[in-house]
């Protein structure tokens, strides 16, 4: 025997499903993709912090939307990378022939993925909690 659904304040659940639909909308998935990439771009800055001698490094680090690995309402891809003023920040990560890596961008990764992530379900919850 099935049971009936009672509604009790049907405005409230009208609301709450509008919300959701705006919670899944691009803008929202931007958002979400954007405050994920934004921690791990202040974690790259302080990490490169040892690297400032003329403040090149440190104005090249740069949030970008990535269209190209992006789907259109499902996938909205962020990348933290630098301007071509900052060109050595390769050889910093990896180091070279005559140079030891000092590695800066993936020990951020590392102590962020977890903050990332929240920062990102965060985001899409105050979506739905406030309807976009």
């Not at 440190?58 to 630098?82: C, K, Q």
């Not at 993936?106 to 979506?127: F, L, M």
């Amino acid at each position: 025997m099935a049971r009936a659904l009672v509604v009790q304040n049907p405005d409230a659940l009208t609301a709450a499903l509008d919300n959701a639909e705006r919670a899944a909308a691009e803008s929202t998935l931007r958002k979400a993709a954007a405050a994920g990439a934004t921690v791990f771009y202040r974690e790259i800055k302080v990490r490169a912090m040892p690297y400032y001698r003329t403040g090149t490094l440190e104005r090249s680090i740069i949030v970008t939307y990535v269209a190209e690995d992006s789907v259109e309402g499902n996938i909205a891809t962020y990348m933290v990378t630098f301007k071509s003023a900052a060109w050595y920040a390769r050889l910093l990560e990896y180091g070279t022939s005559k140079m030891a890596a000092r590695p800066f961008i993936r020990p951020s990764y590392e102590a962020k993925k977890q903050d990332a992530g929240k920062a990102v379900i965060n985001k899409i919850q105050e979506s739905v909690d406030n309807g976009g």
